[in-house]
């Protein structure tokens, strides 16, 4: 008897060890956003998505290690007016045809238990790199009920002064202060 609850222990504990292992997820890009909010003129808030985001995030849950890598089309900003968008994808702004790419890495994950709570790492803009944290406010892991995969989620929000990018068009009217709004779905890879 005493063999067998042995047994089953040293099972249970291999089956949570083999659930549990280091896991690759792959960006899904048509779940996958890089918003920002950001004060115009002391009116309003105004926001705009990028909506071609990809990369991958690799988590180790037991470890409570990973990392993220983001990599964000910049002509794809989208504030639904055409106008604008063209403004904010020339030189005063994101300047696109000499920066195509925003990217994203993570250089540290923090946990708090064993719920995901912090992203800090690097975010280069206009071929500035500058750190960044992005605090989690959800995050979710379970199968994806179409594809039958399992999927991470996460929302976050962080945020930055574009001035430190050398962004500085409308300074001050247009606000310095950016709030970034994440929301990045990812479907197990490996």
Do not use: W
């Not at 403004?87 to 195509?100: I, R, S």
């Not at 719920?115 to 992005?134: C, D």
């Amino acid at each position: 008897m005493l063999k067998r609850t042995a047994l089953a222990a040293i099972l249970a504990s291999a089956a949570t060890v083999a659930l549990a292992a280091p896991a690759t997820y792959t960006i899904d890009p048509t779940h996958t956003y890089a918003g920002y909010e950001v004060n115009h003129l002391g009116l309003s808030v105004q926001n705009g998505v990028f909506t071609k985001v990809s990369g991958t995030v690799n988590l180790d849950e037991v470890a409570k290690k990973g990392s993220v890598d983001v990599s964000i089309d910049a002509a794809s900003i989208n504030t639904y007016f055409g106008k604008r968008d063209e403004h904010l994808k020339g030189a005063d702004f994101f300047n696109v045809a000499k920066y195509p790419t925003l990217t994203f890495k993570s250089t540290e994950l923090k946990y708090e238990g064993d719920r995901l709570a912090e992203v800090k790492g690097k975010l280069t803009l206009l071929g500035v790199t500058r750190p960044v944290t992005l605090t989690v406010t959800q995050v979710a892991k379970k199968e994806h009920p179409m594809l039958k995969k399992e999927a991470y989620g996460v929302n976050a929000v962080g945020t930055i002064k574009r001035s430190d990018f050398g962004m500085g068009y409308g300074l001050p009217g247009i606000a310095d202060e950016v709030k970034l709004n994440i929301a990045l779905e990812a479907i197990k890879s490996s």
